[in-house]
């Protein structure tokens, strides 16, 4: 996003933390860093970690809010949401706010006491006093309605960098590292392995694709984030533990790697405010299998570019082997997921809408990039 601005001639800095999970990042701290024009700078979280605090940043914002025309906030209920709101009210700028699903009730509700507690101290705040709230979904924007506290709101999808997807591995890479996987049809799951992502769903749904007969592996490629060993679990009671192989967290070529060798992309969630895994994986030629909570599931089946379904174990199971068993429907689902991307998940395509939606925030205008059944 940042990039895509960037090369419509924008100055586009990014302020963020180094924090990432349990460990941080190896990054410079303190000075900007260019980013493909984009002038990143890292500053070091530190203790209490759950909220990414980072008083290094907070100094930074304070310092330096009034050199921007617009701040764009992303996610809630972390240390930076208070302090670029508080930055940006003092320098006199206006603010937006990216809630990143979190105002999905499915989230929403976990944590209530922690969260409210926030939302008491500064999160209500945050959000009333934002100029517009940015959703990447109709989905999302109907789904935080409820709890938004702000009737201001723009509908700018996710993206893609598509040049990233011109020139992908040859196929057999991802294999011939993998020997367990051997000819079988790759079932890809991609993300981090978390409470939303339905892991307790595939688990169960491949073990009975492999129980009607289909000769599949199970590719479960992510970062974990305390499921791990709860997947491994489910997997054994389906007797398709010896049938999965975890990677851990893949970038880069690796990541592309897997995608070309999968013959689909799997992702039963209970909650994806947008799903830019399923994007990658479309980018890639792959039929998606989704659950109607991944919240792009309405152009992926309005483009016939996967299946999708409830988030329900049976019906996993079925898709799964539907695209098993029928490849020329999977390739032409392929075909039709690339052809979605190009025209409406390319960064340098989605860049007007999103400057568009920011001049009408800076023009006092209500933007008229709202959800077509507002």
């Given at each position: 996003m940042a990039r895509a601005m960037a090369r419509r001639g924008h100055e586009v800095s990014i302020y963020t933390t180094n924090f990432n999970g349990a460990d941080d990042l190896d990054v410079p701290l303190g000075v900007p860093v260019d980013s493909g024009g984009v002038m990143v700078t890292y500053f070091p979280v530190h203790a209490p970690r759950f909220w990414e605090t980072c008083l290094p940043l907070g100094r930074a914002l304070r310092a330096d809010a009034g050199k921007f025309d617009l701040m764009h906030l992303h996610s809630l209920y972390m240390y930076h949401d208070r302090a670029g709101a508080a930055a940006a009210r003092r320098a006199g700028i206006l603010y937006i706010v990216r809630p990143h699903g979190t105002l999905d009730p499915y989230i929403f509700k976990r944590r209530r006491t922690r969260k409210a507690i926030f939302e008491w101290w500064f999160q209500n705040r945050?959000?009333?006093?934002?100029?517009?709230?940015?959703?990447?979904?109709?989905?999302?924007?109907?789904?935080?309605?409820?709890?938004?506290?702000?009737?201001?709101?723009?509908?700018?999808?996710?993206?893609?960098?598509?040049?990233?997807?011109?020139?992908?591995?040859?196929?057999?890479?991802?294999?011939?590292?993998?020997?367990?996987?051997?000819?079988?049809?790759?079932?890809?799951?991609?993300?981090?392995?978390?409470?939303?992502?339905?892991?307790?769903?595939?688990?169960?749904?491949?073990?009975?694709?492999?129980?009607?007969?289909?000769?599949?592996?199970?590719?479960?490629?992510?970062?974990?984030?305390?499921?791990?060993?709860?997947?491994?679990?489910w997997l054994a009671a389906a007797d398709a533990l010896d049938r999965t192989t975890f990677t851990g967290m893949i970038t880069g070529d690796d990541k592309l790697a897997a995608l070309v060798d999968a013959s689909m992309f799997v992702l039963p969630s209970y909650s994806e405010n947008f799903g830019i895994a399923v994007a990658e994986a479309m980018a890639c030629s792959l039929p998606v299998v989704i659950s109607d909570a991944v919240n792009i599931w309405p152009e992926v089946e309005s483009a016939a570019a996967g299946l999708v379904g409830p988030c329900d174990i049976d019906i996993t199971a079925r898709n799964i082997m539907q695209i098993l068993d029928n490849p020329a429907r999977a390739s032409e689902m392929g075909a039709n997921g690339i052809r979605l991307v190009r025209d409406r998940y390319s960064w340098d395509g989605i860049a007007p809408t999103l400057e568009k939606a920011y001049e009408d925030v800076l023009a006092g205008r209500h933007s008229e990039l709202k959800p077509s059944h507002d």
């Amino acid at each position: 996003m940042a990039r895509a601005m960037a090369r419509r001639g924008h100055e586009v800095s990014i302020y963020t933390t180094n924090f990432n999970g349990a460990d941080d990042l190896d990054v410079p701290l303190g000075v900007p860093v260019d980013s493909g024009g984009v002038m990143v700078t890292y500053f070091p979280v530190h203790a209490p970690r759950f909220w990414e605090t980072c008083l290094p940043l907070g100094r930074a914002l304070r310092a330096d809010a009034g050199k921007f025309d617009l701040m764009h906030l992303h996610s809630l209920y972390m240390y930076h949401d208070r302090a670029g709101a508080a930055a940006a009210r003092r320098a006199g700028i206006l603010y937006i706010v990216r809630p990143h699903g979190t105002l999905d009730p499915y989230i929403f509700k976990r944590r209530r006491t922690r969260k409210a507690i926030f939302e008491w101290w500064f999160q209500n705040r945050v959000l009333e006093q934002a100029a517009a709230l940015h959703y990447t979904t109709e989905d999302e924007w109907r789904l935080a309605a409820p709890v938004s506290r702000n009737p201001h709101s723009f509908v700018v999808p996710n993206g893609l960098d598509t040049d990233e997807f011109a020139d992908l591995p040859e196929k057999g890479a991802f294999r011939a590292n993998h020997p367990e996987i051997g000819n079988r049809p790759i079932v890809l799951f991609l993300g981090r392995l978390n409470f939303k992502k339905g892991l307790d769903l595939l688990a169960p749904a491949f073990g009975q694709v492999l129980a009607a007969g289909h000769d599949a592996h199970l590719v479960i490629a992510g970062p974990d984030d305390d499921m791990a060993e709860k997947t491994r679990g489910w997997l054994a009671a389906a007797d398709a533990l010896d049938r999965t192989t975890f990677t851990g967290m893949i970038t880069g070529d690796d990541k592309l790697a897997a995608l070309v060798d999968a013959s689909m992309f799997v992702l039963p969630s209970y909650s994806e405010n947008f799903g830019i895994a399923v994007a990658e994986a479309m980018a890639c030629s792959l039929p998606v299998v989704i659950s109607d909570a991944v919240n792009i599931w309405p152009e992926v089946e309005s483009a016939a570019a996967g299946l999708v379904g409830p988030c329900d174990i049976d019906i996993t199971a079925r898709n799964i082997m539907q695209i098993l068993d029928n490849p020329a429907r999977a390739s032409e689902m392929g075909a039709n997921g690339i052809r979605l991307v190009r025209d409406r998940y390319s960064w340098d395509g989605i860049a007007p809408t999103l400057e568009k939606a920011y001049e009408d925030v800076l023009a006092g205008r209500h933007s008229e990039l709202k959800p077509s059944h507002d």
